[in-house]
């Protein structure tokens, strides 16, 4: 994915917009840093040539170029750091709340191990170049200053200390061309690195008992991955090094010719040589250090390039997510009820994917609902359908046979306490005002999961635990909740035979009995009996609808 200069420079400028002010300020106190330097040179050359030595007006000169430089200096840096570390929180909270609104569908096809590097490598890396940006301008400034007082020495040294400098500088620039689209290559394999740490993090048990797949991931791509990385960042950095060589040796060849000036123009004063010459000196450590500062400007570029494509493609947010008010949600419903809804996905080609639908699915108030079929037919997506994580794409979502519409699809969503396949666990329990549910250690002992962890000011203990003790704390946890639906993906496949029978028999009846409308995707044949309505999804298609059915029945 490409992003223009425009948007790039766009979503720069709208998160420098309120820091204007005080990086202007920073900058022009730079500057003056700057020039205050070349300032204090000629003064140093001036004193070095005047008979008698220093005069008191030139000490006093000479002092106050101190203070400024020293003022302008310091100054400018406190400003820029400011500016800098606010631009980056400013940028992080940016991030955090376009991700945080953004459509489940956007995130899902932005796979975690291209988003993370973003939020972290990424962002630092813009961070480190908004801290160096008040040295830039010093040195910039510095150099300008150096080159006005060149003018004045010796205009004819002086075209020919700018014809070395551009010389070095078309070299630099060629070699910044060919170093950033090293630096770009390499960051996307940094995303191919991410995915594989994450294979051999998650993989561990797996990899442990396949040496073959440990050593090709290990061998062909870990190993292969971070040689690549390593070897275009050596070339591209390689590149700014021969050009900084060849400017380095450009400035000491403008050197020689200066101190051939006066063998060839012995009118040119020794005042004006040495002049020149403590200028070109002084000149070359800022000079230089514009130049090494193209690397990292690279980098920059390229991180920045990242975070603009991240944040382009989250330009599309929920709105209610971001005005949502923390208030109460519901705690019944009558009825809840998807009229001929339709979504497919697309791959990441833009090509037409998976389809679900035309789907007609009606839940009652304290109905429990078990949703079957075979991996793969559509059951997690009728699910987020039903969630409304997925916004269909024709269809209608009805409440108590009121349509939900984007204003009201976050109210929607409240109604639901979940525990996927893919869940989450919180380490806290949270109700509406933040207060501990007061019969949360009771649900503890009820799930046989007490004597593992207990609550601290509202917290779980650990989250260290198996994943079927992990899924019991996610009960808990909608359990506390109160809210007037919950689903369930797979919640047994993960208990004991003798849980798993207590969560059909027991559980669910208990939540029923509360008044609770109840729906869980299983493969347990031999509890369907628990379920008032049984629903059999294929391909996408909601095929049979019973009440009180058998897996034999369905097919």
């Known amino acids: 994915m490409s992003t223009p200069p425009n948007t790039n420079l766009r979503e720069l400028t709208q998160i420098l917009r309120p820091f204007w002010p005080l990086l202007l300020v920073s900058t022009v106190l730079g500057i003056l840093g700057g020039l205050s330097i070349t300032g204090l040179l000629a003064t140093i050359n001036h004193a070095l040539h005047t ?14 170029l101190c203070l400024l430089a020293l003022l302008g200096s310091v100054v400018s840096d406190i400003g820029t750091n400011y500016v800098g570390q606010h631009v980056i929180a400013r940028l992080r909270k940016s991030l955090g709340l376009k991700i945080l609104s953004a459509p489940i569908d956007q995130l899902e096809r932005y796979r975690s191990h291209r988003l993370i590097p973003v939020l972290t490598h990424d962002v630092d890396t813009i961070s480190d170049f908004a801290f160096a940006f008040a040295p830039l301008a010093v040195s910039a400034s510095v150099t300008l200053g150096c080159l006005v007082y060149l003018v004045q020495l010796s205009p004819a040294m002086f075209i020919t200390t700018t014809v070395a400098i551009l010389l070095g500088s078309v070299a630099q620039f060629y070699a910044r061309s060919r170093g950033i689209k090293g630096f770009f290559e390499a960051r996307d394999l940094e995303d191919d690195l991410q995915k594989q740490y994450r294979s051999i993090a998650e993989g561990a048990k797996e990899l442990r008992i396949n040496r073959p797949r440990r050593l090709r991931l290990l061998g062909e791509s870990i190993e292969g991955t971070a040689d690549a990385i390593c070897q275009k960042q050596v070339n591209s950095i390689n590149q700014f090094v021969v050009a900084k060589g060849v400017g380095s040796t ?20 020794t005042a004006t040589l040495s002049g020149f010459i403590l200028v070109l000196l002084y000149m070359k450590g800022p000079l230089e250090h514009l130049l090494g500062t193209l690397p990292n400007i690279g980098r920059a570029q390229v991180a920045f390039r990242r975070v603009a494509e991240l944040s382009e493609l989250f330009t599309s947010p929920e709105p209610c997510l971001r005005e949502a008010k923390d208030a109460p949600a519901r705690t019944a419903i009558d009825s809840i009820e998807l009229r001929d809804v339709h979504y497919q996905y697309t791959t990441e080609e833009g090509a037409p994917g998976f389809a679900i639908g035309p789907v007609n699915l009606s839940l009652r108030k304290g109905e ?20 409304g994580l997925y916004v269909p794409q024709s269809g209608s979502v009805l409440l108590d046979g ?42 503890l002992e009820r799930l046989e999961i007490a004597h593992k962890v207990s609550l601290d000011d509202g917290r779980f203990s650990t989250l260290d635990l198996s994943t079927g003790q992990r899924k019991r704390l996610a009960l808990l946890q909608a359990w506390t909740e109160g809210r007037p639906v919950l689903v369930f993906d797979e ?4 208990q004991d035979p003798t849980f798993r029978r207590i969560f059909y028999t027991e559980l669910l009846p208990d939540l029923q009995r509360l008044g609770k409308t109840i729906v869980v995707i299983s ?13 059999r999804i294929e391909q996408g298609r909601l095929v049979r609808q019973h009440a009180g059915a058998t897996e034999a029945d369905l097919t």
């Open 250 to 269: 450009l400035f000491f060849i403008v050197i020689g010719v200066a101190l051939g000036f006066q063998a060839m123009w012995p009118s040119t004063s």
């Open 51 to 64: 008979e008698g030595g220093a005069s008191r007006g030139l000490l006093l000169g000479f002092a106050g």
């Open 523 to 535: 493969h347990d044949d031999r509890y369907f009996d628990a379920a008032d309505t049984l629903l």
């Open 491 to 494: 919640w047994a496949a993960d």
């Open 368 to 387: 429990i609902v078990f949703i079957v079929g075979e991996n793969g037919g559509g059951k997690t997506t009728l699910i987020k359908l039903l969630l």
């Open 402 to 443: 009121a349509p939900v519409g984007e204003q009201q699809r976050d109210d929607y969503r409240q109604l639901f306490t979940t525990v996927l396949s893919d869940f989450f666990l919180f380490e806290d329990l949270v109700q509406a005002g933040g207060d501990v549910p007061a019969d949360a250690m009771a649900y």
